[in-house]
């Protein structure tokens, strides 16, 4: 097995996935996160792009992050075009979505029916029903399909759901996860980009603070207890005044098997950075991590011991946990590196299953998770809308 992971990063080094990115120029704040992660350990390359709806604006961002004038184009459309013209060991492999939500879905399925693979930052569509109909076109291409949840990145995060997995716990009964940011504390939407689009509907979507990072706690918490939430009651609401979408809220949380639990997003605690944190509790033991501490993972137990496991240490941890590993202990690695950590298994089981090798161990966010992340948004505001009702999650 060593050996076939060793072949597989030679030969996927050897020959870079060659992407092309929709999405992410002048003033983008995530589509720069993407370069960055995705050319970290030269298993991607960027060679494309369209990076901007105002094509001369599109121009001039390829320009400026080093893409070939003729490779810089001013739109979808016409990268599809150009890169379909040339030989088929230059042309782009894959597509890197960085738009603002409402774009997601049109620019997969024009990817798919082009025949490339895609990944997408989250979420992957506006609704559930789009969310299936993604799931349709990704079947119908049989192309792969990776969605940026970005902290399932994170080592001790695959950490925390293989001691989870193990038992070492014992059977989960509570279940609390935040996600609490402040640079929405007040109306900034006039002078900020990324705000404007976040609280506007017809392009972030159904929800704003829930949808946005609401989501991260949603999938953070159902990767870690390796069971789907099937009913949530949720109260959302707009804190600054004159803001169309939620900046606020929180939800009571079913999940399968029994574990019941709460579930914050904010935007709007002034003074907060972004604390995502989880902590889950068994009959025998509990969790703790806290993304602004990535690299360690708390474990306490019933009896009062406490362990501490860290990233990049010599303490045992699990196969997903140690691929996901770069540095020794002590060096701090985190949120471009979790990036990275997702665009390499992109690239390495895109080029696994073209050698007929075995994919990389740590698990991918996939289509099921878009689906998943659909299902919750829309279960939350339906649920807040009714007055806190509880809702189903059914993503099926």
Request: one cysteine or more; hydrophobic letters at 40%.
């Amino acid at each position: 097995m060593a050996q076939d992971s060793l072949h597989l990063s030679v030969l996927t080094r050897q020959n870079p996935l060659r992407l092309g990115m929709v999405g992410g120029g002048r003033d983008g704040f995530i589509g720069a996160v993407h370069r960055h992660g995705l050319q970290l350990d030269g298993y991607c390359s960027l060679v494309a792009g369209a990076l901007s709806s105002d094509g001369e604006r599109a121009r001039a961002s390829g320009l400026e992050i080093g893409l070939p004038e003729v490779r810089s184009y001013p739109s979808l459309d016409a990268m599809l075009v150009g890169e379909a013209a040339l030989p088929q060991e230059q042309r782009i492999e894959a597509v890197s979505i960085v738009t603002p939500n409402h774009l997601h879905l049109p620019t997969a399925k024009a990817a798919l029916a082009a025949g490339l693979h895609v990944v997408s930052d989250k979420p992957a569509t506006l609704t559930l029903a789009e969310a299936r109909e993604l799931a349709a076109a990704i079947d119908l291409a049989g192309r792969q399909y990776a969605l940026t949840h970005t902290y399932l990145g994170y080592p001790m995060v695959q950490e925390a759901r293989n001691v989870v997995a193990g038992g070492t716990l014992g059977t989960i009964r509570k279940v609390y996860v935040e996600y609490t940011q402040g640079w929405m504390a007040s109306r900034i939407e006039a002078d900020n980009k990324q705000a404007a689009w976040r609280s506007d509907p017809a392009r972030s979507g159904l929800s704003g603070a829930m949808a946005d990072i609401g989501s991260h706690a949603h999938s953070l918490a159902e990767f870690v207890l390796g069971c789907p939430m099937t009913h949530v009651r949720a109260w959302l609401q707009a804190v600054v005044p004159g803001r169309d979408l939620d900046d606020d809220g929180a939800v009571f949380c079913k999940y399968e098997g029994g574990a019941t639990g709460v579930l914050t997003a904010s935007q709007v605690c002034a003074g907060e950075e972004n604390l995502l944190r989880l902590r889950l509790y068994g009959e025998r033991g509990g969790l703790d991590w806290n993304q602004e501490e990535p690299n360690t993972l708390m474990l306490k137990y019933a009896d009062g011991r406490q362990e501490r496991r860290r990233a990049g240490s010599n303490m045992p941890i699990g196969e997903a946990a140690h691929a996901f590993s770069r540095t020794p202990s002590g060096h701090p690695e985190g949120y471009l590196e979790a990036f990275a950590n997702l665009y390499a298994g992109f690239a390495l089981t895109i080029r696994a299953r073209e050698n007929g090798l075995r994919p990389p161990a740590p698990h991918l966010p996939s289509i099921k998770e878009a689906l998943r992340g659909m299902a919750f948004i829309e279960a939350v505001v339906g649920s807040s809308s009714e007055g806190g009702v509880w809702k189903e999650l059914s993503d099926g």
